[in-house]
């Protein structure tokens, strides 16, 4: 029977197997504690922004307060082709995101997460 309304774009069946994966990511978020995540998100954000800075790059709200600071950083330099740059990276295996402000100048944003290591951020360092 064909339901009217919006029932009619509703999905046959529940996404179960997404269900199990969201009550394995909250109970990992849960034991490592979400306080303890946004610290260690915030120094990881420090040791980026240094590293990013010492290479030359000029990395957007580099200096906001840690209350208003997200782990999220977009970077660029002047003369630096980030399209190549954001496809080098790719094949590297590093996932970045190739964006562009409104005056046309473009970043590289990464979106680092607590479970991000200090060895990949080197490597990262490395292909910059």
Same mark, same amino acid.
């Given at each position: ?52 800075? $010492? ?6 709200? $580099? ?7 997200? $782990? ?57």
């Amino acid at each position: 029977v064909f339901r009217h309304g919006a029932q009619k774009f509703e999905a046959g069946t529940h996404n179960l197997l997404g269900l199990v994966g969201l009550v394995a990511a909250l109970r990992l978020i849960l034991e490592v504690g979400v306080d303890a995540i946004a610290a260690e998100l915030l120094r990881k954000r420090g040791w980026l922004v240094a590293a990013l800075r $010492a290479k030359g790059y000029a990395v957007l709200q $580099a200096d906001a307060p840690p209350e208003h600071a997200s $782990a999220i950083i977009s970077f660029h330099r002047a003369g630096c082709d980030l399209p190549a740059l954001h496809q080098r990276l790719l094949k590297a295996g590093i996932i970045t995101s190739l964006r562009t402000d409104r005056s046309g100048q473009k970043y590289i944003r990464l979106s680092p997460h607590f479970y991000n290591t200090e060895p990949e951020f080197e490597r990262l360092m490395e292909q910059l």
